[in-house]
C-alpha cells in the first residue's frame, strides 16, 4: 500500500522509482514517511517520527508533503511549472496566481512548482491559474521578527 | 537595568579580558545561517542569497553572518530548507564530534533540532540519528525542523536523557550531550536569560547535566566519541560535570577541542575550593569577544576501552 506513494509519483511526475531504492517507506495510518533503512530498522526504543513525512493518503488521493516534494521534487520530468521570484513568494505563501510560464507539457493538473532548481510544492494548474497547495499550517509568513527582550537596559561597560 | 553583580563578581576572575567580554555583550549579535546541503549544494544555495551581505565564518564554511537587515523566517529561501538560522557557537559541538557517514549517533537533547540537522549534513543523510528530548511540548518543533531541512537518517524519541545509557548500553559510535543548561552564554541573543539566573538554579541543573552525561557515556560503544557542551560561564555545569565522569570512568579520556580559525581558552582546573581533573585543559570554553559569538563550553570524550 505504501508504494502507492512512489507509483504517484512516477506516474505524476516521472519520478524514477530507482531513486528511492536506498530508502525505506513507513505507513501509519493514512500518513506514509519516508526514511533510509537505518532510520527503518531502528527498533531499540519507541519513536514519536522517523524519516520526513512523504504523504498523507485520502480514499480517492494522495496529497504529497511539501517537505517530500521540496526533497525529492527535483527528480521530476513532467508536470513542473518554472516561477519567477515574485511568483514563488506568492505559492509559497499558499495563493492563487496567474504564471508567467506554462507547465511542462502544457495541461491542466497537479504540477510542482519550482523556483530555479528548487521544487517548492504542489500546485493545482487550471485554465492558466496556478493554485498552491500548500497547506496552511505550512505557507510562508510574513511578519517574522526578532524575539523582543523584557531586559530593557544597557549592560555595563 | 545592569548585569547582576553577583554575576560579574562570579566571573571577574576566571575569564580573560574581562572588559572585552563585557564590551562584546554589549555589541547586537548578528545572525547567522547555516547552508543545508541536503537540499541544495553550496554555490547554488548561495546564488539565491542576493540581497544578503554574507561574511563566512572561518571555521565552518557552510556558515556565513548577515550584515545586513535581513528576517531569515519570511525568506524563500528558509521556507524552502536551504538555510538555517542557528548561532555560530553552537555549530560548533557537532563539528567537534565530526559524525561519519553510516555511523549511528545519539543527541541525547536534541530539540529543536539545529545540531541534529547540521550532523544529518555531515553525515549526508545517512547512517542513523536518534534525536531524543524529554519535554514533550519540543518534540513537534524538532519534527518540524526535520521535515523542512529533508533529514532521512532520524529517528525521535521521547525518552528520560538519564535512562537511555541503560535503555541502550554500548550502542552508539558517536554521542552528542548538548545539555540544558543556565543559559548564561546566550545573553547576547536574548537579555531575558538572565532573569531567572541563580545560583540555585546553577546547582540544580549541574546535578541533571551529570545524569545525563553519565547516561550518555554508557550508549557509547568502546573507542566511541561523545561531545559534551553548553551555552554557559558556570564551571558547575561544565568542568565539574566533565570532572564527575572522568573520575568514576578510568575508560574516559578528554581529547583537544580545535578547529582551524576557531579562538578557544582551556577549561578550568580549578574554581573556588574545586579542584578539577587536571585534563580539562583540553576542554574549550569559547567566548563572544573572541569570535563574535555566544559563549559556550565544549569537552570531547573518547571511550576507551568497555569495561563500562
Redesign the interface.
Same mark, same amino acid.
Given at each position: 500500500m505504501s508504494e502507492q506513494s512512489i507509483e504517484y509519483l512516477k506516474t505524476n511526475f516521472g519520478i524514477n522509482p530507482d531513486i528511492f531504492e536506498e530508502l525505506a517507506i513507513l505507513k501509519i495510518g493514512n500518513e506514509v514517511y519516508i526514511m533510509n533503512k537505518d532510520a527503518i530498522s531502528f527498533k531499540q526504543l519507541k519513536t514519536c517520527h522517523r524519516g520526513i513525512k512523504l504523504a498523507q493518503l485520502f480514499s480517492h488521493s494522495i496529497r504529497l508533503s511539501t517537505g517530500a516534494v521540496q526533497l525529492f521534487g527535483k527528480f521530476a520530468t513532467k508536470n513542473t511549472i518554472q516561477l519567477n521570484y515574485a511568483e514563488a513568494i506568492m505559492f509559497a505563501q499558499g495563493k492563487e496566481i496567474i504564471p508567467r510560464n506554462k507547465p511542462i507539457p502544457n495541461i491542466d493538473g497537479l504540477v510542482i512548482a519550482q523556483y530555479k532548481q528548487f521544487p517548492i510544492g504542489i500546485g493545482n494548474y487550471k485554465e492558466g491559474k496556478l493554485k498552491s497547495m500548500i497547506t496552511r499550517s505550512q505557507v510562508l509568513r510574513f511578519g517574522w521578527r526578532k524575539r523582543k527582550t523584557k531586559y530593557k537596559g544597557a549592560l555595563p561597560l | 537595568? +545592569? &548585569?547582576p553583580d553577583k554575576f560579574?563578581n562570579r566571573y571577574k576572575p576566571i575569564i580573560p579580558d574581562f572588559d572585552q567580554f563585557?564590551?562584546a555583550?554589549?555589541r547586537p549579535l548578528k545572525t547567522v545561517i547555516r547552508l543545508n546541503t541536503? #537540499?541544495?549544494e553550496k554555490e547554488?544555495i548561495l546564488?539565491?542569497l542576493f540581497d544578503y551581505q554574507l561574511e563566512p565564518i572561518p571555521w565552518y564554511p557552510l556558515a556565513y553572518r548577515i550584515k545586513n537587515d535581513i528576517?531569515i523566517?519570511?525568506r524563500?529561501e528558509h521556507? &524552502?530548507?536551504?538555510v538555517y538560522a542557528q548561532e555560530a557557537a553552537s555549530m560548533i559541538p557537532p563539528l567537534i564530534l565530526d559524525p561519519k557517514p +553510516?555511523e #549511528?549517533v545519539l543527541d541525547i537533547a536534541a530539540a529543536p533540532g539545529s545540531k541534529t540537522t547540521q550532523m544529518a549534513c555531515l553525515m549526508k543523510? !545517512?547512517? /542513523?540519528i536518534?534525536a531524543n528530548d524529554s519535554n514533550r511540548k519540543r518534540?513537534q518543533p524538532l519534527?518540524a525542523n526535520?521535515?523542512?531541512l529533508? !533529514?532521512?537518517? %532520524?529517528? %525521535? !524519541?521521547? #525518552?528520560k536523557g538519564e535512562r537511555l545509557g541503560e &535503555?541502550?548500553p554500548k550502542?552508539f559510535d558517536r554521542v552528542l550531550v548538548d545539555v540544558p543548561c543556565s543559559l548564561e552564554g546566550m545573553?547576547r541573543k536574548? !537579555?531575558?536569560a /538572565?532573569?531567572r539566573w541563580s545560583e540555585s538554579n546553577i546547582i540544580r541543573l549541574s546535578m541533571l547535566q551529570k545524569a545525563l552525561l553519565v547516561s550518555a557515556f554508557r550508549t557509547l560503544k568502546p573507542g566511541g566519541v561523545l561531545v559534551y557542551s553548553t551555552c554557559t560561564i558556570a564551571p558547575e555545569e561544565n568542568e565539574a560535570v566533565v570532572s564527575f565522569l572522568l573520575e568514576r570512568n578510568e575508560n574516559a579520556q578528554l581529547e583537544p577541542v580545535k578547529l582551524p580559525g576557531l579562538i578557544t581558552r582551556p577549561g578550568l582546573t580549578q574554581w573556588h575550593r574545586s579542584r578539577f581533573h587536571p585534563d580539562l585543559v583540553k576542554a574549550a570554553r569559547i567566548y563572544p569577544q573572541d569570535n563574535d559569538t555566544e559563549s559556550f563550553f565544549i569537552a570531547k570524550i573518547k571511550k576507551l576501552n568497555s569495561n563500562v
Open positions: - | 537595568m +545592569q &548585569l560579574l563585557i564590551e555583550l554589549n541536503l #537540499k541544495g547554488e546564488s539565491l528576517h523566517g519570511n524563500l521556507f &524552502l530548507g536551504l +553510516q #549511528k543523510n !545517512t547512517g /542513523l536518534v518534540i519534527i526535520l521535515d523542512r529533508g !533529514t532521512l537518517n %532520524v529517528v %525521535v !524519541t521521547n #525518552k &535503555l541502550m550502542f545573553v536574548n !537579555t531575558d /538572565l532573569i
